[in-house]
């Protein structure tokens, strides 16, 4: 039997949140076993951008990420935000460590060509993710926190999308572990009515997935989580949950089959 390994991403307005912070680093400290935290941060690096006069530009939901852009989102993903996680891991005795993709070369990607007219810049869309690397530091004992950033191999840092680092991690260790995929953030779960809080759908697979974004359930950024977390489980993921950032159990939420 494989040994267990629990993954959380934690979204950016959950990082902004100091009170949803703390209780997710207590939840994310408790877990037994192995795990791995994966973090998103784009508020903060919205609020930097803002700070130094570089507008932000977003398309469905994505950052479009020009070269000072990409300045910004490596200085806040990279440095402010993994850091003061690690940092307060370790005070809650969870022996971190803050990685990009470039760092032992843990995910490579290729700079997203243009599409449809849309030109994201130095956005990454992933190739690899190396889970016999990640093994290493998890079987040390030690903790990997993963920023949103990956590499080229050519020296250029690619701006990649949270969920994806998420889901591409958990694919890699998929075949040394009973890897749980857990996506936390502000809501409860994936909602019906995203006026009420309490609308979660308990349950979605591929036929429901299409069938939500058909008749407009399902939309904006919950439909790449969603497409992450469906391609997730088709390589081998045993468990992937979208639910509230304060109850990471395991038991809430909505699962992905």
Do not use: C
């Not at 877990?31 to 609020?47: D, F, Q, S, W």
């Not at 840092?157 to 680092?165: K, S």
């Not at 997935?209 to 993921?237: C, H, Q, W």
Request: glycine share 10%; no cysteine.
């Amino acid at each position: 039997m494989k040994e267990k390994l629990t993954i959380v991403k934690v979204g950016g307005a959950v990082v902004e949140d100091e009170l949803q912070l703390a209780q997710l680093l207590r939840d994310f400290s408790a877990i037994e076993g192995r795990k791995v935290l994966v973090h998103g941060g784009g508020r903060k690096a919205t609020k930097m951008a803002e700070r130094l006069g570089i507008e932000t530009h977003m398309v469905n939901g994505r950052r479009i990420t020009d070269s000072d852009m990409l300045e910004v989102v490596t200085m806040v993903y990279g440095g402010l935000v993994n850091k003061n996680l690690v940092a307060r891991l370790q005070a809650n005795g969870v022996n971190a460590i803050g990685l990009t993709g470039a760092d032992a070369s843990v995910i490579r990607s290729h700079k997203r060509p243009i599409k449809e007219g849309i030109d994201y810049g130095w956005v990454g869309d992933v190739d690899h993710a190396d889970g016999q690397m990640l093994r290493n530091l998890i079987e040390a004992g030690i903790t990997p926190v993963m920023a949103p950033l990956t590499h080229d191999g050519a020296g250029h840092i690619l701006n990649t999308n949270a969920d994806t680092i998420a889901s591409e991690t958990a694919k890699a260790l998929a075949p040394y572990y009973d890897v749980t995929l857990i996506f936390s953030f502000e809501k409860k779960g994936v909602l019906s009515n995203p006026d009420d809080d309490d609308s979660v759908i308990p349950r979605i697979t591929h036929a429901d997935f299409i069938r939500y974004k058909a008749d407009g359930t399902i939309s904006g950024g919950m439909l790449p989580k969603i497409e992450n977390a469906l391609s997730a489980v088709d390589a081998g993921v045993s468990r992937v949950i979208i639910t509230l950032a304060t109850t990471i159990d395991g038991h809430h939420g909505t699962v992905i089959e």
